[in-house]
């Protein structure tokens, strides 16, 4: 499956700020994690939270969004 564009500057640019904020909130998540406020076991939603928001950003550079191309309809 090529990864080709499906989605517009609005789409682009919701899912790039989405992604920045996520890696943010993952970032502080994981230093929340790392002083020990928060159990280990949310070292998973640190991982979750930064590849999310990864791929989100990759989402936003390609201008390609996974949930069009399974053929669903989203807002942006």
């Not at 640190?46 to 990759?58: K, M, N, P």
């Not at 201008?63 to 669903?72: D, Q, S, T, Y």
């Amino acid at each position: 499956m090529a990864l080709t564009c499906n989605i517009g500057a609005a789409g682009k640019a919701f899912r790039l700020k989405i992604g920045i904020a996520t890696v943010f909130g993952g970032l502080v998540l994981g230093f929340v994690t790392a002083i020990g406020v928060l159990p280990s076991i949310a070292w998973v939603a640190v991982a979750g939270s930064l590849l999310g928001g990864a791929f989100s950003i990759f989402e936003a550079r390609a201008g390609w969004c996974v949930v069009r191309a399974m053929g669903f309809k989203t807002a942006l």
